[in-house]
């Protein structure tokens, strides 16, 4: 988009300079982490104010490989002093170039929705920008934290994965399995019974029942996961949360947000 005609849609490394007031606190979170020098799939950020047409749209994504995944990111979102997390809208399994745009609209939507303003009142989105992100294809996926949210204790990475994508989890649909990875690289593993799995479209899938009890992080992984996630916090200088996957053996990172409302010790 030309930026003389408005504001322009940035590269997702490009998005920690424009600021959260312009770009929303999910983008900034992953930007940091590119800058950080961590694996992040590939996206583009629309800032708030962002008013281009279907081609200019089109222009900004085209680069993207589908399928994407069309993520809101709000001015007030993933900061240290509130989170918002699941207050606004994504939308997965977006399958071709030609269906963003109506899951960008429905991700501005979601700024008026009932359940934004029952969270923090009239006007709290700020402002939405919009990620669009290539989406890969994760057989596992879950949310580590360089701090215990619980306890505040600093001393283990905790790892949390479910099979499948992340939604199953973040809803709270799938009681994921729990790896705790100390700094000399001891995982302590508890493994849950989890009956299925949400795929990239958001369905849920059945497991059959030898899967159900199966580990989702061999130790090696679950160390992987910590080192990322250590690393993460070095980089912003404070306790993290991380959500990541697994594309097969490869991991990504896909989003990082300020822990808030812990005190460590």
Not at 154 to 179: M, R, S
Not at 226 to 231: G, K, N, P
Request: glycine letters at 10%; hydrophobic letters at 45%; proline letters at 5%.
């Amino acid at each position: 988009m030309d930026a003389t005609r408005g504001v322009a849609a940035l590269p997702l490394a490009a998005a920690l300079e424009a600021g959260q007031d312009m770009v929303g606190g999910k983008a900034i979170g992953l930007s940091r982490l590119v800058r950080i020098g961590l694996p992040v799939p590939d996206a583009v950020v629309l800032p708030i104010g962002w008013a281009g047409d279907a081609n200019d749209l089109l222009d900004a994504v085209g680069h993207l490989s589908p399928p994407f995944a069309v993520r809101s990111s709000a001015a007030g979102e993933d900061s240290t002093e509130r989170s918002a997390a699941g207050q606004y809208e994504t939308v997965t399994g977006v399958r071709r170039h030609a269906d963003i745009a109506a899951a960008v609209a429905r991700c501005r939507a979601s700024a008026a929705s009932q359940r934004v303003r029952a969270y923090a009142g009239d006007g709290a989105a700020g402002g939405l920008a919009i990620v669009i992100q290539h989406q890969v294809n994760a057989g596992r996926s879950g949310v580590a934290f360089s701090v215990d949210p619980i306890t505040g204790l600093t001393d283990q990475v905790l790892v949390e994965c479910v099979f499948g994508f992340g939604e199953g989890l973040v809803a709270g649909l799938i009681t994921p399995d729990t790896y705790r990875v100390t700094a000399d690289g001891a995982v302590q593993a508890r493994v849950s019974s989890k009956p299925l799995a949400v795929t990239a479209a958001g369905r849920r899938r059945r497991l059959p029942l030898e899967r159900r009890t199966a580990r989702t992080l061999r130790d090696d992984e679950a160390r992987s996961v910590a080192e990322l996630v250590r690393t993460a916090e070095r980089g912003f200088g404070l306790p993290v949360d991380v959500e990541f996957c697994f594309e097969r053996s490869r991991l990504w990172l896909v989003q990082c947000r300020p822990v808030t409302g812990v005190r460590t010790g």
